[in-house]
């Protein structure tokens, strides 16, 4: 809906603006592979809330993009949706995530097909824990790999919107992920 498109484009524009314009703002968290990924308690847009140390023992999986509804996030998203048969045949817990509400998660998940819970952290407050969080106050489109141990697989900063699925799957067969009977 381009008339949608539009409407998150403009809001992702005042995002931005408003962050410039405050000073002294969080300077950005460098989170490593090795790390221990910070737990997390976010609601989803499959309306149940996840916790990331309730997931210990799995491979998790966050997928940040930065704002619902604007062209990028709709190919991501749509991109892991149509991989959603490969990527469930993992034994991974797999997320995207935004600082979207989850109203609006729950909305642009119905749009794209994602069917993976999409996570919302309206405040950002995980968003910034994990790195993530760029200086215009949007999530950069970046993936987070987190061990079975808690700790930080890998962060995938180089995010090819339209094949994201695949590289999620590339992702979880070099990590030897196990699949799923």
């Known amino acids: 809906n381009p008339l949608r ?34 737990d997390f308690v976010l609601s989803a847009s499959d309306g149940q809330t996840y916790r990331l140390a309730d997931l210990r023992g799995r491979v998790v999986v966050v997928a940040w993009f ?57 405040d950002a407050a995980v ?3 994990y790195g993530v969080l760029g200086p215009l106050g949007l999530p950069s ?3 987070v790999y987190i061990g079975a141990d808690g700790r930080v697989l890998a962060i995938d900063r180089e995010v090819r919107f339209g094949n994201h699925g695949a590289d999620i799957i590339s992702a979880l067969e070099r990590f030897g992920v196990s699949r799923r009977p």
Do not use: H, Y
């Open 141 to 143: 489109r970046w993936t």
């Open 5 to 38: 498109q539009t409407g998150a484009l403009l809001s992702a524009l005042g995002t931005a603006a408003t962050n410039l314009l405050t000073p002294g703002k969080d300077p950005r968290v460098e989170l490593a592979v090795g790390e221990s990924a910070p």
């Open 66 to 122: 930065p704002k619902a509804f604007t062209a990028g996030c709709t190919a991501e998203c749509r991109s892991i949706g149509m991989s959603r048969r490969a990527l469930g045949a993992f034994d991974a817990a797999i997320f995207a995530a935004s600082c979207d509400t989850v109203e609006i998660n729950r909305e642009f998940a119905a749009s794209t097909g994602i069917e993976f819970p999409i996570l919302s952290d309206p």
């Open 127 to 129: 968003a910034r824990a």
